[in-house]
């Protein structure tokens, strides 16, 4: 349960956001974008600007003038050859935001137009990959086991589909911003921003500006919002900036996107292809796999090995494959950068196979549920990793759950039957009833990040004379309910009352530094850390008070996994979902309702039910909007305005309750994340279940009806 | 132009520019900052405040409007006996919205409650529409309103 003085605030309208920060004096800053998606930049024409208002520009920036991701290197501000429209070229800090805007259209930006690219640039199949095309070819990955050419020669039925999926706009609650507080005696910048990763936006503002680390800050506002994975590393872009002009006027800044402008220019859920290929034997068992994966990463491919060993990896999760041939690429291209997004790399993969197994099990003519059985990785038919713990197998009770709560194999024979018939009588088209459907999907997700080796994660317990317990660390909290999960480890753990116990609030400078809050690390790194920390902490009490105990991340986990090879463990651990989504659909609009949804869960030691359903139920929401709602395309590489007011994410009355069921885990010692789960099987099984009602088969999303009719 | 209007109980009377919306006016000049700005184009239902007891997106009412009206926003929601039954209701259930909906959300609640104590699951899902926000699981936002409609019903039997 929630701490309820917190809970009380929230509702009383006292959180307090970046945009809450009032201060008459600072100064706002508007950014000058790209209007080309393409193009070297050959001059400037400023308009006559008032004495009060600063330009500033590249060549101002006193430290570091990019921000690194490996080898992408973003510019802060970009003069030469920009990449997307939108691309920030200067900054115009003044007292009036709207005198800002309207000085920032008077500034004319000369170009010299390069040819850009949107899409994938894919070459025709026995078409030699053009130039262009390896230009755009930022990452590439390919993993073999077996012998896939041979097996396909024995193959006794081959299958092959392509599968799509498209951007999504993380759609937070506040749109990125940042409050620089200015000092002029203390000379320091003390930066308020909404961001999942504290430490990142230190260190970028220390680079950029060439200062030593204590002349730098940052607070993160106490109250989480529903940022998920979107305030990853763009808030440290958005504090760069900031902290620039507040270092360079020497005043206050604030910087608050509209949400126009936040729609327009910022990540989004990166699209992919995915083109599968397999070879089966005469029982219907997947032999042989071939895949190629294809993301669109944008100007800037911000974590692209991530999101790509994430989906090569999903590919090969759930089933028994001896030979597999898996070719990952990532392309740039000349529109905003795409970034990380909750099931990132696993909910396209897993979208791709789920589907696609759907299609193998409808020409064998078998159920999918037969189909999965026969099919399904188990330590006597192991998966392509080399895993060989039991909990890096799907449990065997995660699929008969679902089946039993739905009663699918029933409802699925009985509405096949009615496809069919349908199929052969296609003047039932015209029936005024509604047709209905019904799809199974399974996943899977990976906790922790592939790249932790490369990321510190540390946190501290302190427990003072009079017995306060303060806990000190970076991560920051998606909701009221894992800051009460942490508080209630210490004060059982400990022996205090829970009113007792603290979660000091994150600021840089006082506070350790945990890494990155993605990809369920809260509740499992830090969660577990903080555990660590307590017994720690508990051992030193004899020595008596003030006592504290620090525990770091333990990276072995990490080094036991080969990037290359793809072998070994990857994750801390794996949690697993099915579900099964039963839909009704109008036959003259082609538009769906979603009737019922069922997930079975393996998520190892669930601390608090409420909240993991309520994670659930998030996920359910997010993924059912990326499936059937939430549309987001360029056109020449610009979002068309009409978009921003037609974009629509799922609401209330989109959904029924859910029914949720969480499996006695074998594992259960272990927490592991849930967070992405509904992001990896509803995709699927949603569109199984639309493609058994509409008699057609769905294979991209977001689903549109134009496309159907 | 000059205006008067009774904000959250009290007279205020000021001169304000005819281009200003009400929701600049709340957050800005009165610094009532629980009426957060969203799309600032009436489409997230962030802002939403009451105006002579009728529901309104504060970012799409020109401030001028309420010019001899009555302006309630969660600041002066939030002392009254039935922002408590809300609230009940709302933590009972363990309904928690972020901060940037829920003051919205706990006056479209009353809005809903001043129509009917027996909102149904549907009415609740439909009418919730209005706020879009990755935050809220819908099934304990339907619980939490009608726990709170049970609490509101009990409260006036009472009396």
Known sequence: MEDLSEVRKVLQGKSTFVGDILDPKALWVKVKRATIPHGRIQGLVFPPFPPYVRIIRSKDIPGKRTISFGKVEIPLLNESEVRYVGEPILLLVGPDPEELEKLSQQIVVLYEELP?????????????????????????????????????????????????????????????????????????????????????????????????????????????????????????????????????????????????????????????????????????????????ILFNMGAYPVFAEELLDRAIYALGVLYSCPHLHIRG??????????????????????FALEVFTDEIRQELGVSPTEWKTRNLATKQRPKPWGAHRKQFFPPSALLETVLQASDFERRHATLELLRKHR??????????????????????????????????????????????????????????????????????????HPSSVFIEPIRTRSTQDSGPSIFSRNITLTTKLIEQCCSQLKKSLPAGLPAQGVKSLDPR????WNRETFLGNPFTAISWAAAVVEVKIDPLSLVPQIEHVWMSIDAGRILDEKEARRTIELGIAQAVGWTLLEHVFYVEGSIPHPLFWNYRICSPSDLPTPHIEFLPSEDHKNVKGLGELALNVIPAALINALSQGLGKRIRAIPKREEVLL | MIITLDLNGKEETLDIDPSLRLIHLLRNTFGLLGTKEGCLHGHCGYCLVFLNDQLVLSCLTPAFSTHRGKVVTIEGFRGTPEYYDIEKGFLEVQYTPC???????????????????????????????????????????????????????HRQHAV
Not at chain 1, 453 to 474: C, G, L, P, Q, Y
Not at chain 2, 112 to 140: G, N, V, Y
């Open chain 1, 329 to 350: 690429r990532v392309f740039t291209s000349c529109l905003p950068p795409a970034g990380a997004f909750s099931g990132m790399g696993g909910s396209q993969s897993l």
């Open chain 1, 116 to 292: 850009a690219n949107f899409e994938i640039p894919l070459a025709e199949e026995g078409q030699k990959e053009s130039l262009y095309l390896k230009e755009s070819l930022y990452l590439e990955k390919t993993i073999q086991r077996g012998n896939p050419k041979e097996a396909f020669e024995q193959s006794h039925r081959i299958l092959e589909r392509e599968y799509s999926t498209g951007f999504q706009e993380h759609y937070y609650s506040e749109p990125h911003g940042a409050y620089v507080h200015w000092d002029d005696e203390e000379t320091t910048l003390d930066i308020h921003i909404a961001s999942r990763w504290p430490f990142h936006v230190h260190r970028v503002v220390k680079e950029s500006l060439a200062l030593p680390w204590e002349l730098v800050s940052v607070s993160i506002p106490p109250d989480p919002d529903t940022s998920l994975d979107g305030k990853l590393w763009y808030p440290s872009f958005v504090s760069a900036h900031a902290a620039l002009a507040a270092w360079l006027t020497r005043r206050s800044i604030k910087y608050l996107y509209s949400r126009q402008e936040d729609f327009l220019f910022t990540p989004k859920r990166a699209p992919s292809t995915v083109r599968m290929k397999a070879g089966l034997d005469g029982e219907g068992r997947l032999q042989v796999l071939e895949a190629e």
């Open chain 2, 99 to 153: 901060g940037f909906c829920a003051s919205a959300r706990v006056l479209l609640t009353h809005a809903i409650l001043q129509e009917t104590l027996h909102p149904t699951e549907q009415m609740i899902r439909k009418r919730f529409t209005a706020i879009l926000c990755r935050c809220t699981d819908p099934s304990r936002l339907v619980a939490g309103v009608q726990r709170a409609a049970a609490i509101r019903r």
């Open chain 1, 557 to 560: 986990y990490a080094r036991s």
């Open chain 1, 423 to 496: 199929e052969q009588n296609p003047e039932s088209f015209t029936s005024p009833e509604f047709w209905e459907g019904i799809g199974i999907a399974l996943g899977a997700q990976g906790s922790g990040f592939f790249l932790d080796r490369e990321h510190r994660s540390k946190v501290e317990v302190r427990m003072t004379k009079d017995k306060k317990v303060s806990i000190h660390t970076s991560a920051v909290p998606g909701s009221y309910a894992l800051k009460s999960i942490w508080k209630t480890i210490a004060s059982e753990s400990l022996g205090v």
